[in-house]
């Protein structure tokens, strides 16, 4: 392996150029797909391929996908601090109408179609609709409804104009209160107020996942602060959540890149105290980077939540190989190695050594694949691919532009010894002979460190929660709770 590693060097001092055009051409391809990335987290997704998920699948495929729920909660935002006011009570006829009006949804339950259904039975053929009732007649659903939840009042009126399938009794009526009505209503008190309540918006669930987001975010952008003036509206859900998973990793992503490329250029820098060396290794892992995301885009593997690791991942593992191979290379000039000569035994000299460790990283990462989450494995794989991308474009890239900048550069290549930074200095000497004159005793501290590793890892739980994904502070996340 040492031969064709050697080959390799022989390959990149004669050709560097048309190797350097080459690996451009195909990583401008690989960023043609760029512009395609889409964060779209599914939360389906990480169920197991087992049978009982199966099973799951093929009742939905015979019987058809239930609904979606999307839930719109309501808060009072007016001086009477209560959403059973004439006024608040028009609002949430609003977010009835408005929501009910949107394409594929199937059903919306709240206070607006509830009591539009109540006074359509009161009122009967009179009724001409929720608008036009008076402020006198909807103050008059308070103690009606009060009155039918305290029993003082029958609600066999009501049932007589609902069809069998419809009817209730005050125990489901009541239960159907304490989950759409804060835990502070009281219906037996005198005036009863309503602080909060929820509206239940049913989604076709048999439509794409992409649908069934862009729907969610029409809700979110249709139903909002903005429009009215009695009440606060937040919204949340599964979906809801999965588009916020998906926003917050796209910012994630933006953020995580900038400072990884910020501390690993800082770190290049002072290592080597040449441009060339911090900018060499960071354009060679920008077009691995580049690599692995057509690879993902070619493959159709979706971008989710946990695409995001992937690029820290393969900065902070590919980065090592330009450094052993740099490091490498000026050794040789120190021996008074020419550039061509300096290049191909750096690369002959590390290669095997290289390939071995990404060949291990790669089936570390790739034991992902046994994994019964569609999203672990797919990340095992792309993982995989990223780190071999990030060594291959350093043996190749890396060292064809090393060697074309210093072959036509008029200043000489390194080759003083360069002074390492003091911290890594005193670390390497402190463990090197630390191992020298106290080996037993470094044995019982890793030993010791060991055993109370394995005491807390068997402790570890394995669990999954969308919640954790997202701040607390988020819309969707304080409103779920």
Known sequence: MDAMFRWVGKVITRYAPVVIIVLLII??????MI???EFKTNLNKFLPDNELVRANERVNDFFGDESIVHLIYVEEDNSAHDLLTPSALREQY???QTVSNMEDIVTVIGLGSIFDELFSILEGENYTGFNDLSDTQLESIKPLFSGILNSSLSIDFINQALPPEFQLTIDELRQLVDIFFDKEFNYNAPEPKLKSTLV???INGSLKTTIIKQITEDLRTSITNDDYMQLTVSHTGGYVISSDLDEASSESFSVLGIVIIILIALILLLTFRRLSYMLIPLITLALAVIWTFGSMLMLGIEFTVITVA????IIGLGVDYSVYVS???????RRGRNISEAIENAIGSVGTAMFLAVLTTIIAFMSNMASDIVPVREFGLVCGLGIFFAFFLTITF?????WLIDIKSSRKPALQKENELYLIDLGTSTASRSVIYYPALVMVVVIMITIGGILFGINVRTEFNDKDFLPSEWESMQTQV
């Open 27 to 32: 990583s401008m391809v690989f960023a043609l």
């Open 35 to 37: 512009p395609k990335v």
């Open 94 to 96: 609003d977010i009835y």
């Open 200 to 202: 239940l918006v049913l």
């Open 310 to 313: 992937i690029v820290p991942l």
């Open 327 to 333: 490091k490498r290379y000026q050794e040789e000039l």
């Open 398 to 402: 890396h060292t064809s532009l090393r």
